[in-house]
């Protein structure tokens, strides 16, 4: 197995290396495949950056021309966010990105939603409502506060406050979560 470690890249000699060893890079039971227009290093660089958990694998360039690139370009990153495995894919502008998929990230406090929401509005993404928002590269996010997630799972009127809050709210606020959870 290849050794893990935070925001290392294999260079193409070192897998080389590694495979005439007898050693392979063992994929994931189940990843997430990312599809971006020609950035994927880019964007698995910012989550490793954001995020605890997240490190950028494996840079894999073209070995060939391919539709939307050239021989060499990268094609491929292998990269985790939060603990989950993704791969990236530069296919070109073939298939943009959207809501229909997102990661949704749990927060203990207003500092942690604060965090990752500017990192990633901050950084070329657009805000949405309810605590969602998009990266630079169109991938959504949901910054999610536990303390929503809590109040909705109570249900009955409790729930019925924290949604109603929630659907007035571009980016959750802790505080007024907690106040239309206690009426």
Known sequence: MLPRHPRVVAKPALLRALLAKGQTMAPAKNTICLWYDTEAEAAARFYAE?????????VFHAPTDYPSGKAGDVLTVQFTVLGLPCL???????FPQSEAFSFQVATEDQAETDRYWNAITGNGGQESACGWCKD?????WQITPRVLTEALAAGGAEAARAFTAMME???????????ARKG
Do not use: C, H, Y
């Open 169 to 179: 709210m571009t980016k959750i606020d802790v505080a007024k979560i907690e106040a």
């Open 50 to 58: 954001t995020f605890p958990d997240s490190a950028v694998q494996a």
């Open 88 to 94: 990236g894919l530069n296919g070109g502008p073939a």
């Open 136 to 140: 630079r590269w169109g991938i959504s």
